[in-house]
């Protein structure tokens, strides 16, 4: 079985620019998450969804970062412009609606410089 | 304020030794509790998590915790670590299986052969 896949791996861009991380969930998991890593903290979720609908963003920073599951499918999250306190790991998870376990993917590393 | 608190950021042990890794959480309702492990560039992995009924639970690769409502902890322990068990170690608590997972900020292990 296919895990969670995410694109790119690592990406480094300056500050004020846009950047975009896509990311594919196991297939038939309706659920899939957005999860933010700082170095040295524990991920911290940004935004779920069910299907094609937004479940929980209350932790999204609205003013700069979106995020879209079109399809209920893949996922793009977006940050547009980035600051330097951006620089993170940016972790996708799914799970089976209403399951007990969700799967990570390996993140995206984004440097902000 | 839900919480998780991990007092312990980095820990070193020699393989064959016993292990136990503390976690602490702060939940106004009935608690889901995970253990995630994250090796260097990878995703989390569930060890094991805990719902309901035995406060015992075992997971994968040798791993147990014990869920202690009276003390708000659920701490890891592993009779015998391996070097392969150097990682980091997250652990988690949520309110409805894999919703709105809130981590602490995770045990870095070291292991000496």
């Known amino acids: 079985e296919a895990g969670v896949a995410q694109s790119p791996r690592y990406k480094i861009i300056e500050k004020r620019q846009s950047v975009a991380f896509w990311c594919n969930p196991i297939s038939g998991h309706a659920t899939l998450y957005w999860y933010q890593q700082i170095l040295g903290q524990g991920p911290k979720l940004l935004i779920q969804?069910?299907?094609?609908?937004?479940?929980?963003d209350s932790q999204l920073p609205k003013d700069r970062f979106s995020a879209e599951r079109l399809k209920g499918v893949d996922s793009t999250l977006k940050i547009q412009p980035a600051k330097l306190e951006d620089s993170a790991v940016y972790l996708c998870?799914?799970?089976?609606?209403?399951?007990?376990?969700?799967?990570f993917g390996q993140g995206t590393r984004l440097t902000v410089v | 304020a839900q919480s998780v608190t991990q007092p312990d950021i980095h820990i070193t042990v020699s393989e064959g030794a016993s292990l136990e890794l503390r976690c602490n959480y702060s939940y106004g309702a009935t608690p889901y509790l995970f253990w995630y492990v994250q090796s260097p560039g990878q995703g989390l992995q569930l060890l094991l998590k805990y719902f309901s009924g035995d406060t015992l639970v075992q997971g994968i690769k040798g791993f147990e915790a014990e869920f202690k409502r009276s003390q708000s902890s659920f701490n890891l322990r592993k009779p015998s670590v391996h070097w392969s068990d150097a990682a980091e170690y997250f652990c988690?608590?949520?309110?409805?299986?894999?919703?709105?997972?809130?981590f602490g900020t995770g045990t870095r292990l070291q292991v000496f052969p």
């Open positions: 988690a608590v949520g309110g409805y299986n894999t919703d709105k997972l809130i």
């Open positions: 998870a799914s799970s089976l609606a209403g399951a007990t376990e969700a799967f």
């Open positions: 969804f069910q299907n094609n609908g937004v479940v929980d």
